[in-house]
């Protein structure tokens, strides 16, 4: 075959047109046509891939209802106490599995494991993520937890200068994500903040808020996630919800909250970044930094986690030391005679350098306010009180809610360009999105990291179901 009988089939074939006798090479006993693409092929396979997700969940939430509906059925017709067997006998039947799990679990020593290792990346996500640094300590590697502070608290020697807060990585930052939440439970989250016993002064903490989007994935305003920004800030700068706030018409913000703070002058407008995202400074009344990053559009819980650790990675939150606090804006983790739940997960992390991640205990405020929020507390409880516990028993927690927990962030570094990553098909979108704390966790278990539980030594958590104040 010559060169130009060589270029006209390729040519053929790339535009899916039949050879004439003359050009094709050899004898030609027949027509030979190369079939054309349809232009919509590839939507139409991303429908029907997408119609049997559809149906595979639709199974699911069908299988779901009616063994609820049974088992609501059967507990409301037998006698009390066959019902309190009943529950015995799930409580049992749910322990069973993670017992058999961990017992085989512990024949690779889970406990016995050496330093995390990065799993290796696809092209697309080359990304390397840097949101750990080093923090000050002594010789003895006792880490410097006061500013105050003239003597090593592990040996004991004289400190030369004190620290410089401003020239030092936070110990532990707290990653507080918000989306339409009510002003009860924001005023509870950052009172949590004032009230909670920290484990190293406040000015070596951080804490970032991202609320998720001023406008809808459609680009409509977001009046209610407005209502949040406005008792947000005006919380976290010392005032009450019900005084005023504007939103600003200057083009050049965007849409954002202008406070002006009632009593004084001051008014505080937003710093724009060039992704509109826009961010609001200042310090707690106790001495705490904050930073509330409020992005331009609605994209998920993941997208603002990808948001935190972008930043982070490039400098526009600090890098932080030992510890990355995730916790929802609306819950309430410290309370009057009830405040050592912050310290008492940072600490555990802390000792235990094979420990990725450390939980406690969630439950529901108000849990007898409505059936929907008792059931829910009954599954707060079992899981995190039953399940967990037994986990930790093994050293593998397999799931760190996202509603309050720590992870170490020289840990997070291995696992975020997969964590990250976009979910390009429906069931990515599912596992990746929906139930991104446990992806997470899964992923820290994979490089070898430990999880714990501490239920036993935690005060409860309590997630604001109702607008009761603590």
């Not at 009616?66 to 017709?77: E, K």
């Not at 040996?155 to 110990?171: S, V, Y």
Request: charged share 20%; proline share 6%.
């Amino acid at each position: 075959m010559s060169n130009a009988e060589a270029d006209a089939l390729r040519a053929a074939t790339e535009k899916g047109q039949p050879l004439s006798p003359d050009k094709r090479p050899g004898k030609a006993a027949a027509t030979v046509v190369v079939p054309i693409a349809s232009p919509n092929a590839k939507k139409l396979a991303e429908e029907r891939t997408r119609f049997e997700a559809f149906k595979f969940k639709a199974r699911l939430v069908l299988l779901f209802l009616s063994v609820n509906v049974a088992f609501v059925m059967l507990i409301q017709l037998l006698p009390p106490h066959y019902a309190g067997y009943i529950f015995l006998g799930y409580i049992v039947l749910s322990a069973v599995p993670k017992f058999v799990f961990g017992s085989l679990l512990s024949r690779w020593q889970p406990g016995q494991r050496g330093e995390s290792v990065a799993r290796p990346l696809a092209e697309d996500e080359a990304l390397r993520w840097h949101i750990s640094a080093e923090a000050a300590h002594c010789r003895c590697g006792t880490d410097r937890t006061s500013v105050s502070a003239i003597a090593c608290a592990g040996c004991g020697r004289q400190f030369k200068t004190p620290l410089d807060p401003a020239r030092q990585p936070p110990l532990i930052t707290a990653c507080v994500t918000v989306h339409h939440e009510a002003p009860d439970g924001l005023c509870a989250g950052v009172s949590s903040f004032e009230r909670s016993s920290l484990p190293c002064d406040a000015a070596l903490c951080q804490l970032v808020y991202i609320v998720d989007g001023r406008f809808s994935a459609a680009g409509e305003y977001d009046v209610a996630q407005e209502r949040s920004i406005m008792s947000l800030l005006l919380r976290l700068y010392g005032d009450l919800p019900s005084t005023c706030a504007r939103v600003s018409d200057v083009p050049d913000l965007d849409k954002c909250v202008v406070l002006t703070l009632p009593g004084s002058n001051l008014q505080v407008t937003p710093q724009l970044l060039p992704d509109g995202t826009a961010v609001y400074t200042g310090t707690l009344s106790r001495g705490v930094p904050f930073a509330v990053l409020v992005k331009r559009s609605n994209h998920g819980k993941r997208h603002s986690h990808r948001l935190f650790f972008s930043y982070m990675h490039c400098g526009v939150v600090r890098r932080t030391a030992n510890a990355i606090l995730f916790v929802d804006s609306d819950v309430s983790f410290a309370w009057k005679g009830n405040d050592g739940g912050l310290r008492a997960l940072y600490e555990r992390l802390v000792a235990v350098p094979s420990v990725g991640g450390a939980c406690g205990e969630i439950e529901v405020w108000g849990w007898t306010s409505s059936p929907i929020v008792a059931a829910q507390h009954f599954e707060y409880k079992s899981n995190q009180f039953l399940a967990k516990s037994c986990e930790s028993w093994f050293g593998m927690v397999t799931c760190l809610p996202g509603a309050f927990c720590v992870v170490r962030p020289r840990a997070l570094e291995h696992v975020l360009g997969h964590y990250l990553r976009p979910a390009k098909t429906v069931l990515a979108r599912n596992q990746l999105d929906l139930g991104e704390d446990r992806t997470m966790t899964t992923l820290l278990l994979e490089v070898g990291d430990l999880r714990a539980n501490l239920s036993q030594c935690l005060p409860p958590v309590q997630r604001r179901l109702d607008g009761a104040r603590p």
